[in-house]
């Protein structure tokens, strides 16, 4: 696949060690209970519950930390680890660089706001893209967080024309 643009924005180190700070605590309640005490018929709800929790904080810390953005001559493609989109080129109807505020998407990751708001964001990374799309008949505004929001919507907008 011929790539017009790709990018890979990882989060900022205080974030990625925010993200993956609870992993070793979570290990450490999971074997030293199992090593030290005799925990009776409690012990497979406790262990139940701190293996879902670690499982959890896996696929957050994996998922959520770095984000996949790429411009093929057909699409538009970003999005969290095994949370992708695609947006055909043809969909497109505006692109602009912006600055992202958290308030009116909820936060920041995978958010999906109202009034047909998406946006894949980072804290620390203040800048990216905001893509106006029609999909199924409905007018959506992704923001795409990136480092370089600048080249991202030359190379979108060249695409798209």
């Known amino acids: 696949m011929i790539s017009l643009y790709h990018e890979e924005v990882r989060a900022p180190a205080w974030f990625q060690v925010l993200a993956w700070l609870p992993v070793p605590t979570l290990l450490t309640a999971l074997i030293v209970p199992a090593l030290t005490e005799d925990m009776g018929r409690d ?14 904080v896996l696929v957050l810390a994996t998922n ?10 057909d699409a538009l493609r970003f999005g969290f680890g095994w949370f992708k989109h695609r947006v055909p080129l043809h969909a497109v109807r505006q692109v602009k660089t912006a600055r992202y505020y958290w308030w009116p998407y909820g936060g920041w990751g995978l958010c999906i706001a109202t009034g047909g708001r998406r946006a894949y964001s980072l804290p620390g990374i203040p800048a990216g893209v ?10 959506r505004r992704y923001f795409v967080s990136s480092r370089r929001p600048e ?11």
């Open 43 to 56: 012990a497979y709800i406790f262990f139940l519950g701190m293996g879902l929790a670690l499982a959890v």
């Open 64 to 73: 959520f930390t770095a984000i996949q953005v790429q411009v093929t001559p």
């Open 130 to 139: 905001e893509v106006t799309v029609e999909e199924r008949g409905r007018v």
């Open 151 to 161: 080249e991202l919507a030359q190379a979108l907008s060249r695409a798209v024309h």
